[in-house]
């Protein structure tokens, strides 16, 4: 491979990173707009879980994903808010996303597929009404990606959910009172 190609190679992993990157951003401070628009308009969503959640009818068309995640993060920060205004002790968070250790295999010169390893941490879920523990979720995103006029984007994006984790959130908040861990830097 020529000096010119293997810089052209490394920007393109550091600009697949920067993509993903940028994934957990958005998910995380809901910003659905620039969100949205790391996705190609043909884009597959159509993960097991996604596809449990709205059933079979599901064609795993980017908008109808799109619009699911916003709605369900709307619905657990609302739930949080409420729970705040309360009086409960905990801050309101509603995730935390952390993609890590990538393998990106280029399967074309303007195509590349990746596996993330993915670690999160949510509060009580809506989804678990009353349960009471902070949920901490491991697994495994398998991306697909195409080089656009704007840049990389995802032409696929699918979440392997391999275990979560319940801890109580009075021995979370415990542990990071004692630990004196911020919420914020």
Known sequence: MADQDILKRLSDLEDIRQLKARY????????????????TDDADCSSPGVRAALGEGFGGGVDDFVTYVKE???????????AAASGASAPVLTGIHHVHA????F???????????????????????????????????????????QGWKFTSVKLVL????????????????????????
């Open 24 to 39: 957990c951003r958005y998910l995380d401070l809901r910003q659905w707009a620039e969100w949205r628009a790391l996705f």
């Open 72 to 82: 369900t993060q709307d619905a657990r920060d609302q739930a949080y808010g409420r």
């Open 102 to 105: 990538p393998e990106i295999e």
């Open 107 to 149: 399967t074309g010169p303007d195509k590349a597929r990746a596996i993330w390893r993915l670690s999160t941490l949510h509060p009580p879920s809506v989804a678990r009404p009353g349960a009471g523990s902070v949920v901490f979720g491991y697994g495994l995103y398998y991306d697909e990606c195409r080089r656009e006029a």
């Open 162 to 185: 391999l275990r979560e984790d319940e801890v109580p959130s009075e021995v979370h908040f415990r542990l990071r009172d004692e630990l004196q861990i911020p919420w914020t830097f």
